[in-house]
């Protein structure tokens, strides 16, 4: 007997360069090998996985699984609500990052073990207005460096297309003005970036907030201070083994409740898409979120 009687699975044949879509077949070949009780269906459009979630969720599925990347993972995030059907992840996008942060297999035909044999685990989430995220809400260089990986055409795939546009993006660096308050507390900096972090990883792997833990009923803040291209280029090696905890421009908060206002209007950034402008105002929604995860992570 498996762990659910009905399975959604919902593909976005684009997503890794269009390698979900090619895999089609053979990921139907492990879902039944596994015997797993699985629908599959194909999205069209962009956020057509949330609708697609939403409504099965309505309809009463054990779970629901996610193949694509971390902007698929959203939308079905999104879909199935905070607290939904158990969410699965068959990583095949340009991040992976919160299967990386779950223990998740970054091959996507092994992660299909998960629906029969994973654990479900309950995990925080963000909530920003009506948007979800699991990952990450940015500001400034985050959101600048997404919105060039999601337009680049070049060769390079996964991480490396990440990191090739963090270095394009320093070229664009500079600091602006901001009000933060969390839970209460409220400051001004001069930020090149602003991350609300519910995971260790964003990027693609880099470790931007190394404490963070997405079962503490909190979110980590951390904020980029008046660094130097010079300077954020020579600090990025570090941060993919969270090796700037004590960097003199680098400051780490945790709250439950964050307010960021800039003056000008900043396009937002939730899990690798961008939605919306500033300001950014973010809660915790604290471990009810169900994800399929490893027995040990």
Do not use: W
């Amino acid at each position: 007997m498996g762990l659910f009687n009905s399975v959604l699975v919902i593909v976005n044949p684009i997503a890794g360069s269009g390698k979900a879509g090619r895999m089609v077949p053979e990921l139907r070949n492990r879902l039944e090998k596994f015997g797993i009780p699985y629908t599959l269906t194909e999205t069209q459009a962009p956020d057509h996985a949330t609708q697609i979630a939403q409504k099965a969720a309505e309809e009463g599925y054990d779970a629901v699984c996610a193949v694509g990347g971390d902007g698929t993972v959203n939308e079905v995030i999104n879909g199935l609500g905070e607290d939904g059907p158990a969410f699965g992840i068959i990583p095949l996008g340009t991040g992976n990052d919160l299967a990386r942060t779950m223990g998740i297999s970054l091959a996507p035909l092994e992660s299909v073990s998960l629906l029969s044999q994973g654990k479900i685990r309950k995990i925080d989430l963000g909530k920003e207005t009506d948007r979800l995220f699991s990952i990450i809400a940015g500001l400034g260089f985050p959101a600048e460096v997404m919105k060039r990986t999601n337009s680049y055409k070049g060769m390079l795939r996964g991480s490396m297309a990440i990191a090739y546009n963090v270095v394009k993006t320093i070229s664009l660096l500079h600091p602006v003005p901001v009000e933060l308050d969390l839970d209460g507390k409220k400051f001004s900096r001069k930020a090149s970036g602003l991350f609300i972090l519910n995971t260790r990883f964003t990027g693609g792997g880099l470790m931007v907030a190394p404490d963070a833990d997405p079962e503490d009923g909190l979110l980590d803040v951390v904020i980029m201070n008046n660094l130097s291209r010079g300077g954020l280029l020579g600090l990025l090696p570090r941060v993919y083994r969270g090796g700037h905890r004590n960097h003199p421009q680098v400051e780490f908060f945790r709250a439950r409740e964050i307010s960021i206002n800039t003056a000008a209007p900043y396009p937002k950034m939730f899990d690798g898409s961008i939605y919306g402008t500033s300001p950014l105002r973010v809660e915790v929604v604290p471990q009810k979120f169900k994800i399929i995860c490893p027995e040990e992570v």
